[in-house]
């Protein structure tokens, strides 16, 4: 039984997940879910879910798939709420394509924002402590 | 934070016609403001980021080739470029900015294992 | 040691190529996505250069996914996302090749 409770706790990994692909677009978007979600049932942490690149619009509120489809935002807004991730959107690569917070929004003069409930804008400063702090860090791209 | 963790950013894509030479800089730059030590590796068509004078003016762009030269700044000087990728594309080293390393598949397996977390863009 | 995941088809050959000639010994080879069809049989003489010390794993989800399951050569051990997760953890850094 010690044996056990001290191999468990060995294992314990932390990790960061680096989202480089586009919701619908590339399979790897849905990967990177798949191993979060994996990771997490089995008693790992993720420090952070960093989203880069096309991976930005993953944080859109106003993905709107087929009823059959999966809404690829929503999974992680659930995994966030039932495992408090942190998930991150890099606010350089967000802003130019158009994923913005209400703040965002308000510096440029925009008409609305979408930036989905549980996920945050952030900069390229958050992906490096991610990187020092973890114990593996996993890159999903297209 | 206990010892700094060695990053090394492999780029494989041509600049300009994708995101993924810019994201890189960005990442490598940010790194470097971190001071998290960061080496990068050129491979296929990345080392073409290494070549030629750039002007992308023309196609609405920044240019890499400037913030390229500005890596030393942020001590990112150790630079790597695939020997294979550049026999493929039938380049020398000497065609390149940046003065990178030759590097053989031993030696990239060699960086592989000498760097703590390896990022691919 | 490093666990490589590979999501690019067989017809992309410098990612591929480049990906194969990165194994070291006793590293370990994850084929995703659409990675997975370098494990069929027409594709053995890719791999022949490995050391023998290289494991070589396919996503069983992506396999069944593209109807392949049954197709691809026994040197490919399938796992489940878990055992992704159990691999990276298993090998101390994770290289993706895309």
Redesign the interface.
Known sequence: MGFFLWQNSWLQMIFTLIVQAAPYSHQSADTAYRFAKSLLDQGHSLHRVFFYADGVHTGSALASPPQDEPNIPERWQQLAQDHQLDLVVCIAAAVRRGVLDANESGRYSKPGHNLADGFELSGLGQLVEAIAVSDRTLTFGA | ?SA??K?LI?N?RAPYGR??AR?SL??AL??G??E?PVSLLF???GVYQLLGEHDAQGIGQKNLSATMAALPMYDIDQLYV?E??LK?QGLETSDLANAPTAVD?DA???L??E??????? | MALHTLNRAPADQSCVTRCLNALADNDALLLIEDGVYAALPGHQALFAALPDSVSLYVLQPDLQARGISEKVRDVFTPIDDAGFVQLACDQDKVVSWF
């Open positions: 934070m700094k963790k990053v492999i494989r995101s993924n994201d960005d990442v940010t790194c403001v971190f998290l491979a296929d068509d695939c294979q990728s493929t598949q990239i397996q060699q592989i294992k760097h703590d977390v390896v990022l691919t863009f």
